[in-house]
T-cell receptor, first 116, second 112 residues
Framework: AQSVTQLGSHVSVSEGALVLLRCNYSSSVPPYLFWYVQYPNQGLQLLLKYTSAATLVKGINGFEAEFKKSETSFHLTKPSAHMSDAAEYFCAVSDISNFGNEKLTFGTGTRLTIIP | KAGVTQTPRYLIKTRGQQVTLSCSPISGHRSVSWYQQTPGQGLQFLFEYFSETQRNKGNFPGRFSGRQFSNSRSEMNVSTLELGDSALYLC???????????FGSGTRLTVV
């Protein structure tokens, strides 16, 4: 069974500082990986996805993530934090070895706070 | 183009009642999935439908059921509501895993 671990349920960074949110996955085969953001009282918005093409993936709002198979990681970064980045972030994995097994397994989420 | 639409946005129900939630996917998306989000359990997969067939089911009791119509719209039903069913229920639609999943804003269900 696949799983996702997000280290740090809360992360605080100063405005303008580097944002680093950690995600490690467990899967028997290279999976598809996703980062989603959730603002209060809203659904999930896709930030970026890895689907076995380029290992460095660029997403919306200046975020990017690098797939590292040797480390089973897919950490999310942004060079300079903005106040509007304050939200909860979820890493998710999808098993592509099973056709029709279209479901996401989510991590527990990381709440990002931006300090002015 | 229109996103994933979930109705209603908010619901308050009494224990023992049943509830039906609706999800209209993005036009052309045939896969619709449902997730439950709670502070304690996080985001958990309920079930996924594709072309009116349930392809995948999560680990929830039989009180949770769903269906998909020929226009890809989906409904989920929870019978005999319990306090623990209070949650944000999210619907997502997709063309395929390769393209990712687009989520709706969710239905917040409160059971009293």
């Amino acid at each position: 069974a696949q799983s996702v671990t997000q280290l740090g349920s809360h992360v605080s960074v100063s405005e303008g500082a580097l944002v680093l949110l950690r995600c490690n996955y467990s899967s028997s085969v290279p999976p598809y990986l996703f980062w989603y953001v959730q603002y209060p009282n809203q659904g999930l918005q896709l930030l970026l996805k890895y689907t076995s093409a380029a290992t460095l993936v660029k997403g919306i709002n200046g975020f990017e993530a690098e797939f590292k198979k040797s480390e089973t990681s897919f950490h999310l970064t942004k060079p300079s934090a903005h106040m509007s980045d304050a939200a909860e972030y979820f890493c998710a994995v999808s098993d592509i070895s099973n056709f029709g097994n279209e479901k996401l397994t989510f991590g527990t989420g990381t709440r990002l706070t931006i300090i002015p | 183009k229109a996103g994933v639409t979930q109705t209603p946005r908010y619901l308050i129900k009494t224990r023992g009642q049943q509830v039906t939630l609706s999800c209209s996917p993005i036009s052309g998306h045939r896969s619709v999935s449902w997730y439950q989000q709670t502070p304690g359990q996080g985001l958990q997969f309920l079930f996924e439908y594709f072309s009116e067939t349930q392809r995948n089911k999560g680990n929830f009791p039989g009180r949770f059921s769903g269906r998909q119509f020929s226009n890809s719209r989906s409904e989920m039903n929870v019978s005999t509501l319990e306090l623990g069913d209070s949650a944000l229920y999210l619907c997502a639609s997709s063309l395929s895993q390769l393209w990712g999943y687009t989520f709706g804003s969710g239905t917040r269900l409160t059971v009293v």
